[in-house]
């Protein structure tokens, strides 16, 4: 440390992510080059954008990229003519990590098997900070464009940095790493080596958009190690699959293979190209509001920025890539995007384009789909909730879930209206609060009885988008959680009303009495149509909200209207005939209002997992408890 500079700690977060580096997870340590070489990349393409406004940021020298070695001394040093950093931002981009839910993800790190952790630093793109993996000591010397100042900041990646003042003979950025000791077999290559790094940055770095060259020790530069090419507006047939995937790991810094790469190409009123990847694994933000989102958006090969959020719907936030739209503005922003036309043609373009490629993908490679469907379902289904949103049918397409006759499987609503049977007009399902409790809910069983498929769904955001009431076709979606619900053939159901009518008459006292104990907790205490071996079920009326919905809107935030629901009895249970007998012979019997209670209570759990008045439900079971034994 020398005289005048600070030490500063590092934030909490970014010392635990300095030990996941410096004790590396990660065996495929070569990446920490890509890493450095794209921040650079970022960098170059924010200062050729800036000089669009302000010419007097040129530098005199081309916009590029070298590396310097010294293998006497063990440096490799990674320099670029970019915008660089002020020394606030040396501050604030170096030493934290700005994104909330940080704390989460680092938890989820480290309770991660090894394996798994190359994952998970993808989705959450380490970046500067995985060159601790390669270096014990880290030197960066910065000088913002259009400034005279420059500081320098060091780390041993321990808990803490030094910053100080420096000089640097123009803008831009320098990275010099003191080299670990190589050590091939834990994938710790030498660096010090020019092949090695020339064989990193073409399997790497390709097609980054400046020239990477050699800085020899006599300041001679070496031909670029990359070809620069721009793959988007490549034809498809001239670019390999391995260029596509090393390009998406280059635009979404993560670390696993894409599912899908799709190449858009729009030619006509107006020229635009997009390459655009499906991930396989939802990153660790996708629900925070704060989650990196967004293409990258360039104007004729110029980067005009980061995370342009206009260019598809919240929906499909997902979906990371590059849109080139050759006959816009370089001064673009984000205000006039919002209102472009051009942009929302382009936005309908690639829509249709992402929803393609997943049509395609669920008809032909049903295990790509479900992947996808594990890590995207839920948000690809926001768009059905969203009041917005077009291409409602299309989304219905894609939708699958679980079913009674799947219950492992995934199945379409064309799938499900293919094997309806004879005679049943709607699609049939519930939604409950996880996969488990909606497989074993007793709503399902008379639906099991005649023989019924239910779709059953179990994210949070199925309660909203269904509420919608949507159809799929002719076919209306319908709740088994509410009303009425008449199945089998008239002649079937008027038997069957016929005979509850009947059980309907003989109980009906037992039932005033049952709703007289329970009536601070339900609406209604009726007889059911829908079971055949539970004794009881929690429903919800016709136009209520179902209880699960009423949950979700006050965790939510919004003020419910209190709707009790309806709390249905199975009158061919035999508990309930015993009932019936001990009402008849003593009225005032207190067992019927705790077998009331515990009946309210199992309904709640079969539904939610838990019973809404433990109290008085415990009480129930104890009284009994002591008449039983
Ligand atoms: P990310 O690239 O994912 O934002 P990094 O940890 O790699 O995360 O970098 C943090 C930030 O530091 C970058 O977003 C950028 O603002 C800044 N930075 C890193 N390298 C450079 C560079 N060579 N020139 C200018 N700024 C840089």
């Known amino acids: 440390m020398t005289q005048g500079a600070e030490r500063h700690e ?6 635990q992510l300095l030990d996941l580096m410096v004790h590396s997870l990660y065996s495929d340590k070569d990446i920490f080059l890509r890493e450095l070489v794209s921040n650079a990349s970022d960098a170059l393409d924010k200062r050729r954008f800036e000089q669009v406004a302000r010419p007097e940021l040129a530098d005199a020298a081309a916009l590029e990229i070298h590396l310097a070695v010294d293998a006497a001394a063990r440096t490799l040093t990674i320099s670029d003519n970019g915008i660089g950093m002020s020394k606030e931002e040396v501050v604030k981009n170096i030493g934290t990590i700005a994104r909330s839910g940080t704390k989460e993800f680092l938890a989820q790190l480290k309770a991660a098997a090894a394996t798994d952790a190359p994952g998970l630093i993808g989705q959450f793109g380490v970046g500067f900070y995985s060159a601790f993996m390669v270096a014990d000591r880290i030197t960066l010397v910065t000088r913002k464009a259009g400034t005279d100042g420059a500081t320098r900041w060091e780390s041993t990646g321990d808990g803490t940095y030094t910053i100080e003042d420096a000089e640097r003979p123009s803008a831009g950025t320098s990275i010099t790493l003191h080299l670990k000791a190589a050590d091939p077999e834990h994938g710790l290559h030498d660096y010090a080596t020019e092949s090695m790094l020339a064989t990193i940055v073409k399997r790497y770095s390709d097609f980054v958009g400046y020239p990477i060259r050699m800085a020899k020790a006599d300041g001679e530069l070496g031909e670029p190690l990359n070809s620069q090419k721009a793959i988007w507006d490549r034809p498809k047939a001239e670019v390999t699959e391995q260029e596509y995937k090393d390009f998406y790991r280059h635009v979404s810094h993560d670390w696993t293979d894409p599912l899908r790469s799709i190449p858009v ?21 996708l629900y925070s509001p704060e989650m990196k989102r967004g293409l990258q958006l360039y104007v004729k090969r110029v980067f005009v920025m980061d995370e342009c959020k206009e260019l598809l719907p919240t929906h499909l936030r997902f979906v990371r890539g590059v849109v080139d739209a050759h006959d816009l503005s370089l001064n673009v922003s984000r205000e006039i995007l919002q209102k472009d036309r ?6 309908k373009q690639l829509v249709k384009k992402v929803l393609g490629a997943l049509d395609e993908m669920k008809r032909d490679k049903p295990d790509d789909y479900r992947t996808f469907w594990t890590a995207f379902g839920p948000v690809l289904k926001e768009g059905l909730a969203g009041w917005d949103t077009q291409d409602k049918d299309k989304l219905l397409d894609l939708v699958v879930t679980h079913s009674t006759k799947q219950p492992d499987g995934l199945v379409s609503f064309a799938d499900y209206v293919g094997r309806m049977k004879e005679g049943q007009d709607a699609i049939y399902y519930l939604t409950g609060a996880s996969k488990d409790a909606v497989a074993r809910s007793p709503l399902l069983e008379r639906f099991a009885k005649a023989g019924h498929e239910v779709l059953l769904f179990s994210d949070p955001i199925d309660e909203l988008w269904l509420e919608n009431a949507p159809r799929f076709g002719d076919k209306p979606l ?29 109980l009906a006292d037992l039932l005033i009495a049952m709703r007289a104990a329970l009536q601070e907790d339900v609406k209604d205490v009726r007889l059911s149509t829908r079971l055949t071996t539970s004794p009881s079920c929690l429903v919800a009326d016709a136009d209520d909200m179902t209880p699960r919905m009423q949950r979700m809107m006050a965790q939510l935030g919004h003020a419910v209207p209190a709707v009790k629901p309806v709390l249905e009895i199975n009158g061919d249970h035999a508990l309930i005939g015993k009932l019936r007998v001990l009402h008849l012979e003593h009225k005032d019997d207190p067992r019927i209002g705790w077998c009331a209670r515990v009946l309210l209570g199992q309904a709640q759990l079969a539904d939610a997992g838990e019973v809404a008045a433990p109290e008085a439900y415990n009480q129930a079971v104890a009284e009994l408890m002591l008449r039983a034994v």
């Open 10 to 15: 590092f934030q909490a977060e970014v010392k």
């Open 342 to 347: 051009q942009i929302q043609l382009i936005k």
């Open 265 to 285: 190409r729009m030619e006509g009123t107006f020229e635009a190209y997009a390459l655009l990847f499906l991930p396989e694994k939802a990153p660790f933000d």
């Open 478 to 506: 319908v709740s088994i959680a509410r009303g009425d619900i008449k199945l089998g053939s008239d002649e079937e159901q008027q038997a069957e009303e016929a005979k509850r009518d009947e059980r309907k008459a003989e």
